[in-house]
Nanobody, 114 residues
Framework: QVQLVESGGGLVQAGGSLRLSCAAS????????MGWFRQAPGKQRELVAT???????NYADSVKGRVTISRDNAKNTVYLRMDSLKPQDTAVYFC????????WGQGTQVTVSS
């Protein structure tokens, strides 16, 4: 089992920045890929970015150039740096990890005001 705990969400004005963190605990030795998804009200959960243990990354087209995902394998922590935030980035952001199964955090709210 893997537990994921997110932090760093909040309210920010359009054009601002936020950094989300997600710490994994439990059976972390087998985690390969980690990442972030988001879900806006009335919409399906969607990919934001993922990163493999090797460091290879994958970004949604909607956030490319504005978002950077990084990972500290020693701390079992993944980060999401978001710049030039837009109101349409408002959503609950969920941390995700894959280790034989999919694991999800409880989510952290990001609200971008115009």
């Amino acid at each position: 089992q893997v537990q994921l705990v997110e932090s760093g969400g909040g309210l920010v004005q359009a054009g601002g920045s936020l950094r989300l963190s997600c710490a994994a605990s439990g059976s972390t030795f087998n985690i390969n890929r980690m990442g972030w998804f988001r879900q806006a009200p009335g919409k399906q959960r969607e990919l934001v970015a993922t990163i493999a243990r090797s460091g290879s990354t994958n970004y949604a087209d909607s956030v490319k150039g504005r978002v950077t995902i990084s990972r500290d394998n020693a701390k079992n922590t993944v980060y999401l740096r978001m710049d030039s935030l837009k109101p349409q980035d408002t959503a609950v952001y969920f941390c995700w990890a894959f280790s034989s199964n999919n694991y999800w955090g409880q989510g952290t709210q990001v609200t971008v005001s115009s």
